[in-house]
């Protein structure tokens, strides 16, 4: 199970690079587990909005090795 207050180094990492693939720094980031997966989302100030999916989370899968999906540039 991932501690949402003290997550690994690998999702962190992969926040990371998923914000920067934003043209513009996103005014914020938030990130949370559900359904056996890791969300995403930015906002910008502009209403901008995108998610990325990081995939299934499972203790014995190796994270790192889970590759970023396609950023949804659509709202939700």
Sequence with gaps: ??????????????????KRCFTEQPDGVWFYVADSRIYIMACNENGGRAMAKYGEVDPDYEIDSIPIQDIDGGGW
């Design 1 to 18: 199970m991932i501690d949402i207050d003290n997550p690994p180094k690998e999702i962190i990492n992969w926040i990371k690079r998923v």
